[in-house]
Structures are given as structure tokens and as C-alpha cells.
């Protein structure tokens, strides 16, 4: 039986843990690797929140004790022509976006796939917790095996051509084993947190760093029955389902005709652009954060090609489980999926990505929410 074949490969090594084994374990399996930094952002990284100096330093002692090359790569025009400024656009439309998807189609599976090409690389490989398999000639997406940090919902947009050089290491391993591994050979960071949020805003206010970008004009907060209950600070600032920061805690609404009774939590339902109003209900499951259907656009699927209608699953956001659904497309051809239960706060700009068990289809943005 001969041996897997061996690779020249790059790998994105970010300062994190999983990235740190990733490269560890391609060596061990024999791999020429090469490291590469990718610093993505520049606006304002010398402040307290989001300096990736010390991700850099992270890194490079990685490579060391590893004795691996690393090269520091720099992005951030990219990122912000091809990631930031469609992130900006789709905020200051009313939409929420994820910019984490665009990131992985755009930056670390185009800029630096290119990068790593010219490098002379084979292949390249990050810290993702998914897998590639290839079936006749065909590679799919497959979930990683540790449900609690399976990434293939952020990858839904490799093509095929992306696909074929990617590799996924830790995929096939839960969190705890790459822990344990990366303790085990002595890694300078394998007890370093994870890192949380979008890779550009690090840990920062998320409405103090948006204030920078997007003009903002204030405007009412009302009920379901058009009664103004405060003022928001700009319809930008708030996506569909938040709870926090809403500045109405106290208000009751005893005579709410349906949803949760007086003392259950505000949350945002809706955003009316044209009067620049939030809508705001009460209660986790009020009917108006409830949507049986959905309309996704920009639609992007792993094979190449659309999947037949049908019985499928679906996310319409990352931390949720798969929830059964129809799948269809309209007239235009945008896809449509028709959910028995319906979905808690589905929100325009994020993405609903179709899954076939384990194996990630692929998908598309949201447009809008239907109500049946």
C-alpha cells in the first residue's frame, strides 16, 4: 500500500492554537510546510483592543519551536477593498453582515491561496475546523467532527478550484485533543484563550468601532402598535433578536395582545429603513421573531452548481443547530427554504447555508424573512 503523498504546504498560522497544530501535525505527517503571518488590518491596531504584534510574536515562537519558516504577509488593502467596505455597505443598508464568510472566499482562500502559490505551495492549509473530501473527482465540505466548533458554516463559499488545494487538519479532532496536543509538545500557546469575534474588531466595543465608520442617524424605538417607547442611536447599530443595549429594560407592555407577558425582555423584531424606526416585541418568542421561510441571494455552492430541490437542512446563523428544511428557488432564482419550525430571528445579510447530512452545500445571503 503506498503512502499518502507529500505536499509543499502553506500554512496560515494566526498566533492561535488551532492553526499551531495544524502546522505541527502536517510535519509530522511528513509535509514541507512553510508558515505565513496574514495581518488583515492596520486602521488604529496600536490601541489596546486588536494589536496584532503580540499574534505575530505568538506565531513566530510557533515556527521556532516547530523549525518551520515564517513569512509575515500583509492584507490589509484586500481586505478592506474586497471585505470592509461590502461589511460597511450592508450595515449602513439596515442588513447585518458576515464578514467572516467573505473573509475566508476573499482573503485566506484567494489573497493568500494566490500568495501561497507563488511560493511554489501545493496546497495550503488552516486551522478550520471542517474537512475536504474528494468523491470522483468532486471535493465536498464536510463538517468538523466536534459539533461545538464546526466552521463549515464559514466556508460555504470555496469554490471548487479553493477546495481542491485546501487542507483542514484538526478537522477530524474535538478541542480538547488539540489542547492536549499542542501542551504535549510544548507549544508557547497552547493555553492561549480564542479568539472571539470578527478578526479585524478584536475585543473591542462593537458599536464604539462601527461609530467610526458609518453616519448614524437617531430615531424611534416603538412596539408592534406603533407607540415610541425610547430612541435608538441609529438603525445600524442593532441587529435583528438583540436583547442588550436596547436602553427600554424598564418599559412593560401590559396590554401586548400576543407574545410574552409585562415582565419578559425586549427584543428587536424589525427595522423600518424608510422611517428610520426599530421594532421592538417582547418576549423570546413573540410571532414577529418567528419566520417559517426565507429569500437568500448572492448564492454560492461548493460543487459548482445548484442542489435539486427538496428535503434538506439548514443555519441561518452559526450557532444553531441544523434545522430541517424544503429547498427551492424563485422565479429569479433566488433559493428559497421553507422551514416546519420556524426560525427565531432570521436576519437580512447573514447567511442560510444548506447542509446534506454532513456534507455543506453551500448557500447564499439573506434577503428577507417571509411569513409563510
Not at 477530524?172 to 504535549?184: C, D, G, N, S, W
Request: negative net charge; aromatic residues 8%.
Amino acid at each position: 500500500m503506498s503512502s499518502p503523498k507529500k505536499h509543499r504546504v502553506v500554512v496560515g498560522l494566526s498566533g492561535g492554537v488551532d492553526s499551531a497544530v495544524t502546522a505541527h501535525l502536517l510535519k509530522e505527517q511528513g509535509h514541507e510546510v512553510i508558515a505565513i503571518f496574514m495581518k488583515n488590518w492596520e486602521d488604529d491596531d496600536d490601541d489596546e483592543y486588536c494589536s496584532t504584534r503580540q499574534d505575530f510574536l505568538d506565531a513566530a515562537s510557533v515556527a521556532d519551536v516547530l523549525g518551520i519558516e515564517i513569512e509575515h504577509v500583509n492584507f490589509a488593502a484586500e481586505y478592506k477593498d474586497r471585505v470592509f467596505e461590502s461589511f460597511l455597505s450592508e450595515y449602513q443598508a439596515g442588513r447585518t453582515p458576515n464578514p467572516d464568510v467573505l473573509c475566508n472566499a476573499e482573503i485566506k482562500f484567494k489573497a493568500f491561496l494566490d500568495h501561497a502559490m507563488r511560493l511554489g505551495a501545493e496546497k495550503i492549509a488552516t486551522g478550520h475546523y471542517a474537512r475536504v473530501r474528494e468523491v470522483d473527482g468532486e471535493f465536498q465540505l464536510l463538517k468538523g467532527l466536534d459539533p461545538l466548533k464546526d466552521q463549515s458554516y464559514f466556508l460555504h463559499r470555496l469554490t471548487q478550484a479553493q477546495m481542491s488545494k485546501a487542507m483542514f487538519p484538526v478537522g477530524h479532532l474535538p478541542k480538547t485533543e488539540v489542547r492536549r496536543i499542542a501542551a504535549e509538545i510544548g507549544l508557547p500557546n497552547a493555553k492561549k484563550k480564542d479568539s472571539t469575534g470578527i478578526c479585524f474588531i478584536g475585543e473591542r466595543p462593537f458599536r464604539e468601532f462601527l461609530n467610526k465608520y458609518l453616519s448614524h442617524q437617531p430615531g424611534p424605538i416603538k412596539d408592534e402598535r406603533g407607540r415610541k417607547l425610547g430612541q435608538h442611536v441609529g438603525l445600524s447599530f442593532y441587529t435583528l433578536g438583540q436583547r442588550q443595549g436596547l436602553g427600554i429594560g424598564g418599559v412593560k407592555d401590559k396590554g401586548a395582545p400576543r407574545g410574552g407577558g409585562e415582565h419578559e425582555p425586549w427584543f428587536v423584531a424589525a427595522k423600518d429603513i424608510p422611517s428610520n424606526t426599530l421594532i421592538v416585541v417582547q418576549g423570546h418568542d413573540h410571532p414577529l421573531l418567528q419566520s417559517p421561510a426565507l429569500v437568500a441571494d448572492d448564492l454560492s455552492w461548493i460543487a459548482g452548481h445548484a442542489p435539486a430541490t427538496g428535503t434538506a437542512a439548514a443555519k441561518t446563523r452559526y450557532r444553531q443547530a441544523d434545522a430541517p428544511c424544503r429547498v427551492g428557488f424563485d422565479a429569479s432564482g433566488r433559493l428559497t427554504l421553507r422551514f416546519p419550525d420556524p426560525q427565531w430571528a432570521v436576519t437580512p445579510g447573514q447567511s442560510a447555508v444548506v447542509y446534506d447530512g454532513d456534507v455543506c452545500l453551500g448557500g447564499g445571503v439573506i434577503a428577507q424573512a417571509l411569513a409563510e
